[in-house]
């Protein structure tokens, strides 16, 4: 049974930093892009970040750039987020994805029937 858990979520003042974990288990994860999402109330789930299957291309959302870094474990079944300088608006439920792909270096577009997380609450006070 594959499964995808993040931890790393909690409280934190604008300006501070956090580093989300997403542990992945049940199958190899070698073949899978990964990326981050993430969910605040009333709005839309929205694309955070994302690296392609061997690691070697990142892609990120601009409202996060150069504030934020996804990375992979040396094991290949972990993903981190790593996030800096945190604003009031980063505020949400992060999510953990993965999606099998085909090509070592393209970023594919991850949807629903893809195996996702079970979300860790991240919020900045101002």
């Known amino acids: 049974q594959v499964q995808l858990v993040e931890s790393g979520g909690g409280l934190v003042q604008a300006g501070g930093s956090l580093r989300l974990s997403c542990a992945a288990s049940g199958r190899t994860f070698s073949s899978y892009a990964m990326g981050w999402f993430r969910q605040a109330p009333g709005k839309e789930r929205e694309f955070v970040a994302a690296?392609?299957?061997?690691?070697?291309?990142?892609y990120y959302t601009d409202s996060v750039k150069g504030r934020f870094t996804i990375s992979r474990g040396n094991a290949k079944n972990t993903v981190y987020l790593q996030m800096n300088s945190l604003k009031p608006e980063d505020t949400a439920v992060y999510y953990c994805a993965a999606r099998y792909s085909s090509s070592s270096y393209a970023i594919p577009a991850f949807s629903d029937d893809d195996y996702w997380g079970q979300g860790t609450q991240v919020t900045v006070s101002s």
């Open positions: 690296f392609s299957r061997n690691g070697g291309n990142t």
